[in-house]
């Protein structure tokens, strides 16, 4: 079965760079979410997207953008880079209905900035 | 706003024993749905099982099983005849059902299982 795909899966940014990592969710998923998991910590949920309009939003920074595409794939644009935006980057994409309300996670992008 | 507390940093268990990990949480939601991840060291996170609030049946998914108790708002994963592969971070995660857009996931801490071969 498909799964959720992410790239690039591993990014090297110097400070006040600026990045953009890309998500394309599981074929017939409308839903999109990305979280952030810095080192030890649990997930923490930057922003989500339904049918390409922004549906939620967390504890993401200003610097940060995100947006949903016609195809359904999304990116997180992270802008002024800073030490602290180093962790792994999730997306996970869900469709609504039934059964099918459960987020299956891609590999993720790890960022490191140095 | 939910909250999920795991309180066991850690545990460890010997290959082919049961271990049970617990979780809790806080919320003043009637419908939601409450699930199990885990995290090997290649930091992928694999849904392990998911529960629905408004189902008392416990789920189950071959070694894996949840005892959910709504009213004391615990949702604990039993691993029977534990393996080498279930060493693995494992989160518990909250997500309030929505009538609109799905909700996002409120993780616990999670906690740290090792396997002993």
């Known amino acids: 079965a498909a799964g959720v795909i992410q790239s690039p899966r591993h990014l090297i940014k110097e400070k006040r760079e600026t990045a953009t990592l890309k998500c394309y969710p599981i074929p017939r998923h409308d839903t999109v979410y990305w979280y952030q998991q810095g080192p030890g910590q649990d997930p923490q949920f930057l922003i989500s997207f339904y049918e390409k309009m922004q549906s939620d939003k967390g504890s993401i920074p200003d610097r940060f953008s995100a947006q949903q595409f016609s195809d359904y794939h999304s990116e997180l644009n992270m802008s002024s880079l800073e030490l602290g935006d180093s962790a792994l980057y999730f997306c996970?994409?869900?469709?609504?209905?039934?059964?099918?309300?459960?987020?299956?996670f891609g590999p993720g992008t790890r960022l490191l900035v140095l | 706003a939910q909250t999920v507390t795991q309180s066991q940093p850690e545990m460890s268990v010997q290959e082919a024993e049961t271990v049970t990990l617990s979780c809790t949480y806080d919320t003043s939601e009637n419908n939601y749905y409450l699930f199990w991840y885990k995290q090997p060291p290649s930091r992928q996170m694999i849904l392990v099982i998911r529960q629905e609030a408004y189902k008392q049946q416990n789920a189950t998914e071959n070694r894996f099983s949840v005892n959910f108790q709504k009213a004391a708002k615990s949702f604990s994963l039993k691993i029977s005849d534990s393996q080498l592969g279930d060493t693995a971070m494992y989160f518990c995660?909250?997500?309030?059902?929505?009538?609109?857009?799905?909700?996002?996931?409120?993780f616990g801490k999670g906690i740290t299982l090792s396997v002993r071969p």
């Open positions: 996970a994409s869900s469709s609504r209905g039934g059964n099918q309300e459960t987020q299956y």
């Open positions: 995660a909250f997500m309030k059902r929505s009538t609109g857009a799905n909700s996002k996931l409120t």
